[in-house]
């Protein structure tokens, strides 16, 4: 096992180092030329060695399922500093795959350095400022609920105004709610295995410590809200508010409130349903399914009893690899047209698709093996 936790570490760290080659290109994160040399090969392998890349990235995801797959069927008793070590070491790695971040940074910069209102004044709005040059949706307002806005102050003020020490600290941020989780989903089930099958998947690393995506905020305090709300009513609904103050996604577990005598098993099934209901049909309607959103379902399922709801947990899991496929056609090809939104939806059916025919194989040779 000791060789299997090195390992693990190790995939880590080289993922870390993948992560610096999708730098923006208009990012200056340093001026010491030792670190820009090291940055310019990667630089150079992820946009304009484009197959050898997606190669790397499916290697990379590949690898840690099958190392999350043997961590849930081997679990440790003992996690707790394989959290905190992995944690630290994604602290470190660039938000690669997407810019939501860098849009995090400068709507707080909107809100704390120049005071404006970000549900009215957008970050292109504000005359000569630098962090434009690396921002994606800077025409937009604020998208996210004044929670999160008020969240970001953390970090905006412990960056200093530099961008590099502002990553780390959204980075640190992200890390100590995903431990936070950890620690939630443990004192709720009281299994390992529940706190394995979240913390190490690999979509909620790539995505949360990663990429620093904010749904892990957000199903946290969802989740607050419904264990709470078993004990105390008004904690358990100021918590889920909190929620959907951060992203609206939650506001489908709201009815779950108004359920009297409701087993928690239960309870965690339809808020799963409900949740599933606004990943597969209502997101895709909005822009298009993106793999971050899964934290929620990952979220709530590791909530479960693993055994009774090992359908829920074994498609999670599948959904999970699926998912981050859908990284794949960007890589390649450098744009998101053309066959881009084909292959992303074939990417994700496949797995699913091939999961749903060895359940259906599976269900047929159990009722012959009854009737024999």
């Excluded at 412990?158 to 939630?184: D, H």
């Excluded at 992203?247 to 098993?265: E, F, H």
């Excluded at 059916?349 to 093996?369: D, T, W």
Aim: a positive charge.
């Amino acid at each position: 096992m000791t060789i299997i936790v090195r390992i693990y570490f190790f995939v880590l760290s080289l993922l870390v180092v993948f992560s610096y080659g999708f730098k923006d290109p208009n990012l200056n994160l340093t001026a010491n030329p030792l670190i820009q040399s090291l940055i310019n090969p990667l630089f150079h392998l992820v946009y304009y060695e484009r197959p050898w890349t997606t190669v790397l990235f499916f290697l990379f995801i590949s690898f840690l399922f099958v190392l999350y797959l043997f961590l849930l069927k081997n679990t440790q008793k003992k996690i707790a500093w394989m959290i905190v070590i992995g944690g630290i070491i994604l602290t470190f790695s660039y938000p690669a795959l997407t810019h939501d971040l860098f849009n995090y940074i400068t709507t707080a910069k909107v809100t704390y350095t120049y005071h404006e209102n970000p549900y009215l004044v957008m970050p292109v709005e504000i005359p000569n400022e630098p962090y434009l040059a690396f921002t994606r949706a800077a025409n937009k307002v604020a998208l996210y609920g004044p929670v999160w806005i008020l969240l970001t102050a953390i970090p905006h003020f412990l960056g200093n105004n530099n961008i590099w020490q502002t990553i780390i600290m959204f980075k640190v941020m992200n890390v100590l709610c995903y431990v936070a989780f950890s620690y939630l989903i443990y004192r709720t089930t009281n299994s390992i295995k529940n706190v394995v099958f979240f913390v190490f998947n690999p979509l909620v690393l790539i995505e949360t410590l990663v990429s620093g995506h904010n749904d892990i905020y957000m199903i946290l305090l969802a989740c607050c809200g419904l264990i709470l709300w078993q004990r105390c009513k008004l904690l358990g609904a100021l918590s889920l508010f909190a929620s959907i103050l951060i992203k609206g996604a939650t506001v489908v577990l709201l009815p779950l409130l108004v359920i009297r005598n409701l087993p928690w098993d239960t309870l965690l099934r339809y808020a799963y349903i409900l949740l599933s209901i606004v990943f597969f049909v209502v997101a895709p309607l909005r822009e298009e399914l993106y793999p971050w959103y899964a934290v929620w379902l990952i979220g709530v399922a590791s909530l479960m009893d693993m055994k009774k709801n090992w359908l829920i947990i074994s498609f999670t899991i599948v959904l999970s690899f699926s998912l981050e496929l859908r990284h794949l056609p960007y890589m390649w090809m450098g744009y998101y047209e053309g066959l881009g939104p084909f292959l992303r939806t074939l990417l994700t059916l496949v797995p699913i698709g091939m999961y749903i025919s060895s359940i259906g194989i599976r269900y047929v040779l159990k009722k012959q093996h009854e009737k024999i």
